[in-house]
């Protein structure tokens, strides 16, 4: 599985910030006991100051085969996120959501200016020329998170010894899940925990459809 | 029904065949068309039902797109997204318009309205339809009729807003009015009208509903939608049916200019059958009128044609054997002259008033001729005579063969001189000799006249008056006799006549002179012949010709003849009893020989006055016995059964054969004088004489020559075997006591 370039920071800056320092590794079942993948396992501490994103702190939500990639994003409040276009053809990426609104009118190649994701929730990224291109970004105020793989297993390393409560979230998850509380200490937290959600369903890219027109 | 004519007949079973038939098809088209306007009925509501069907989802498809697209205007989405209600509810009227929806709803994910263009509903409100969004959740979209809260009734289509995901729904409802149903209408065929199942009213219609409950004019089809409502489809019936009724319409036109035309034409065919027909028939009257002389018209090849034809056969066969009847009825054969009968037509056909003449011409010494040169030659020689007589006919006349040599003429309009004239011209055409096998045959004749009307009514009273002049003429020698010179005094002296002979008989003015017969062979008078003579008191002595053939004519004789019988057979007694051995001759008429006493009556004188039947001898002329040759044989047979000598008198005038007197119980010719009076100056009369003798011998008869006048006639009838003479130069007629005494004075010479 790919390693997210903001987890390995928050893993960097935790190692960096305090000596004591473990993992929390989780498995994310849905009730029926499969795995979920591309959910965000977010771990925000209870007490004590929350590490601000650096500055410059960036991501990257490439467009690739007329696809946004990733399909789920999580990111730090205040992370600038780039939406290069490696396609041939243009995109026209925007979001309606309340968090953030923006809009990147026909373009190709990388933008100007990267979005930067300045308020905490959720953000629906879609494409307003390809109507089945999808992305959702999760912006938090913690450096403390990590996505499932396709196994629904997730580690978010380097978090500094204390009391956190850990949430779940999914784009299509059914419901909200109530969000726990764990202890970090020296030793790796293992939690396996449940969550009602629909896996991605890919769209059809309706404008490959020959009969269409 | 009780047809009149043929005609008729023929075009009432034409045309009522036809009617009948176009009767059968008419109803067969009617009750068809009525199963065809059935069947294509639900057909079209069928087809209409689908169509409307297929439009309504096609109308909804479009819709939906329509709503789809909208929703993924990016402006559109934008604005949604903003949940600035004002904006919201501008840019849905904005986009509403855009693709004519009359309504349009925008509700949140949570099934509230964020705003509508329907005035009535508020921002936050449910949405009033949550059974569509429950179709759209499942189905990403949804569609139905559903009537709003102002009671219209719209076309409503549910579809997402997606940014990407949804982010609300949006409702957009396109009226259905009547005019919506007026274009369904349009395209299905169909009348179109929106119910709610249960309720009255109607919520769009393509037109008044007021055909909708009555069920005879209209069909219907009833097409459910959602939400409780249903299509009315309504097809007027009369549509359908109007091609048929047209068709019906135009066959019943058809129909009747058939009939028209088969009338007309059987009335034609009918009466080109009937013509003939009635052709036939009138010619077949005509026929039974017994006009066969009008043809047929020409008969054509048809059946009708053939009876024609055979018709015509017909009419040419009755015509020639009616002609041939004719002939034998009015034609004589041997010489093809009118006959008797045709004679007495003709006279029939007289102008009355106009006067005419009847002439009689006979040849003389016919029979002689006859036998003694046979019948062909005696054939040929009437044809001979016919052939000579009839160019001498003249317009309006006749000439007729009545029987054996006996011709007639008649002639219209001609007065005695006219008639003497032409009786002489017949003469002198009789004059010229005729030749016969290149024998010369001189032919003399008699013609005896009768005058119409002055000698009679009738033509065969004229006829037997011309008879009886024409034996006066042969008497006399004259040639030519008119009926009014012999029996023939005008009728008042002819009735004064009458009266005379009864008074005579009555007063005994009759008597009788008796002439001596010679036998030639041994020169004694033998028998004498008992001859009438009357003395009238007033005008003297009667010569017999003049009073009896009247008698004969009048049938007095009847009374006469016994008489002389019995006078006869008197006298015969006396001379039989003073030993005289004398037969005596009576003659008799064709009356008394037809008398069925005549036999008995002869018997009983014979017996009462004691004479041998031998001494009777009865003399009858040839005419005489052709009126009735059966009755006259059979009492000829009786008479000869007593034993009487029974003589045939004048023989030769007329035309019997010796063949057939010989089957008679005859003992006797008597040959007329007129052939004697010739003998000695024709050799060719001589031969036939010496001919008729020697026939007669052969036939047993004995010959008696009349009207021997001279010794050298005399002399010649001894030579040539003739048995027994009569005439004057023998003996006259005398008295009983004259004869007496003739008889002791006569001296036979045997040398003469």
């Given at each position: ?213 | ?285 005509r026929i039974a009128l017994g006009d066969y002389a009008q043809p ?19 009419r040419n066969g009755i015509a020639s054997r009616e002609e041939r009847i004719g002939r034998l009825a009015y034609v004589d054969e041997l010489t093809d002259l009118p006959n008797r009968t045709r004679f007495l037509e003709a006279f029939g056909r007289l102008t009355p008033g106009g006067g005419g003449a009847v002439l009689v011409v006979n040849v003389d010494r016919f029979a002689l001729i006859n036998n003694a040169l046979g019948h062909l030659v005696g054939d040929r020689l009437l044809r001979a005579v016919a052939g000579q007589l009839a160019p001498l006919v003249p317009p309006g006349g006749m000439l007729a063969r009545l029987w054996g040599d006996q011709f007639a003429f008649l002639l219209e309009r001609a007065d005695a001189d006219a008639a003497r004239t032409f009786a002489d011209a017949v003469l002198a055409a009789l004059r010229d000799p005729v030749t016969l096998d290149g024998q010369r045959l001189d032919i003399e004749a008699g013609v005896g006249i009768a005058l119409y009307p002055d000698d009679g009514p009738d033509a065969s009273t004229l006829l037997r008056r011309a008879e009886l002049a024409l034996a006066a003429a042969k008497r006399r020698h004259s040639g030519v006799a008119f009926a009014s010179e012999t029996g023939a005094e005008p009728a008042?002296e002819q009735?004064?006549l ?45 010569a017999p010709a003049r009073f009896i053939p009247f008698a004969e004519q009048t049938g007095?004789i ?29 003659n008799l008429s064709t009356l008394?020989l037809l ?25 009858i002329t040839e005419s005489a016995l052709m009126d009735d040759p059966t009755l006259a044989q ?14 045939i008198d004048d023989y030769g005038v007329g035309q019997a054969s010796l063949a057939y007197l010989k089957s008679l119980?005859?003992?006797?010719l008597k040959l007329d004088r007129s052939f004697i009076t010739a003998i000695?100056e024709s050799p060719r009369n001589a031969a036939i004489v010496?001919s008729t003798?020697?026939l ?10 009349e009207g ?45």
């Open positions: 599985m790919p390693s997210s370039s903001p987890a390995l920071l928050a893993l960097l800056l935790a190692a960096a910030a305090s000596v004591s320092a473990a993992p929390v590794e989780v498995l994310v079942q849905t009730p029926a006991g499969g795995p979920v993948a591309d959910a965000a396992v977010i771990v925000e501490p209870l007490a004590g100051p929350v590490p601000h994103a650096r500055a410059g702190a960036h991501a990257a939500i490439e467009q690739r085969g007329r696809e946004f990639m990733p399909w789920m994003t999580v990111v730090q409040t205040g992370t600038s996120v780039d939406f290069p276009n490696n396609d041939t053809i243009r995109h026209h990426v925007y979001s309606f959501s309340e968090p953030k609104r923006f809009e990147i009118k026909l373009y190709a190649g990388k933008p100007g200016k990267p979005i930067v994701f300045d308020r905490p929730g959720q953000v629906d990224i879609g494409c307003n020329i390809h109507d089945w291109m999808e992305a959702h970004v999760l912006v938090v105020d913690t450096p403390y998170f990590a996505r499932t793989g396709a196994d629904g297993r997730a580690t978010v390393a380097g978090v500094p010894a204390g009391r956190y409560r850990l949430r779940l979230w999914h784009p299509r998850q059914k419901a909200q899940v109530a969000p726990d509380e764990i202890d970090v200490d020296d030793a790796p937290v293992r939690l396996t925990l449940a969550l009602d959600a629909k896996p991605r369903e890919p769209r059809p890219h309706t404008e490959d459809d020959p009969d269409r027109y | 029904m009780s047809s009149r004519s043929l005609r008729h007949r023929i075009a009432i079973v034409f045309v009522g065949l036809l009617v009948l038939v176009m009767g059968f098809v008419l109803a067969l088209v009617h009750s068809s068309s009525a199963r065809i306007v059935e069947r294509e009925t639900q057909r079209e509501l069928a087809v209409g039902a689908k169509v409307f069907q297929r439009l309504l989802e096609q109308n909804q498809r479009q819709l939906e797109t329509a709503a789809a697209v909208l929703s993924a205007d990016f402006a559109f989405r934008e604005a949604i997204a903003t949940q600035d209600q004002p904006t919201v509810r501008s840019v849905i009227r904005n986009h509403g318009q855009r693709i004519h929806a009359q309504v349009m709803m925008v509700t949140g994910i949570d099934g509230r309205m964020i705003a509508t263009t329907q005035r009535a509903a508020a921002a936050g409100d449910p949405f009033p339809f949550p059974d569509l969004l429950a179709q759209a959740e499942a189905a990403g979209r949804s569609a139905g009729f559903r009537q709003m809260k102002n009671g219209q009734l719209y076309q409503v289509v549910l579809v997402p807003i997606m940014a990407p995901t949804r982010i609300a729904w949006v409702a957009m409802g396109f009226h259905v009015d009547d005019r919506w149903a007026s274009d369904m209408a349009d395209v299905t065929g169909l009348g179109v009208h929106i119910v709610r199942a249960g309720t009255p009213g109607l919520l769009a219609s393509s037109a008044q509903r007021a055909a909708l409950e009555g069920g005879a004019r209209y069909a219907h089809v009833d097409v459910p939608l959602d939400g409780g409502l249903q299509a009315v489809l309504q097809l007027p019936v009369a549509q359908v049916q109007a091609p048929f009724e047209q068709l019906q319409g135009r066959l019943l036109g058809v129909i009747g200019a058939a009939v028209l035309v088969f009338a007309l034409g059987s009335v034609m065919l009918a009466g080109r059958i009937v013509q003939p027909l009635n052709e036939l028939s009138a010619a077949a009257r047929l018209p020409p008969a054509k090849g048809d059946e009708i044609g053939q009876l024609a034809a055979s018709f015509e056969q017909m008042h009735l004064s009458i009266g005379d002979m009864r008074r005579a008989l009555a007063a005994g003015e009759f008597t009788l002179a008796y002439q001596p017969k010679l036998a030639l062979g041994s020169g004694r008078i033998v028998a004498v012949e008992a001859l009438l003579r009357w003395q009238h008191p007033e005008r003297g002595s009667i007095f009847r009374e006469i003849t016994p008489w002389v019988l019995d006078m006869a057979v008197r006298q015969a007694a006396v001379w039989h009893a003073a030993g005289l051995d004398i037969a005596v001759s009576a008394d008398d069925p006493y005549l036999g008995r009556r002869v018997r009983g004188l014979l017996e009462r006055h004691a004479v041998p039947a031998r001494r009777l001898c009865l003399e059979a009492h000829l047979d009786e008479l000869a059964g007593l034993g009487i000598k029974l003589s119980p005859v003992d006797e000695t010496e003798i020697m007669s011998h052969a036939l047993g008869l004995t010959v008696v020559a021997v006048e001279t010794q050298a006639e005399l002399r010649w009838l001894r030579a040539h075997g003739c048995d027994i003479a009569q005439g004057y130069g023998i003996g006259r007629p005398m008295t009983a006591a004259q004869l007496q005494d003739w008889l002791a004075a006569f001296v036979p010479d045997m040398t003469v």
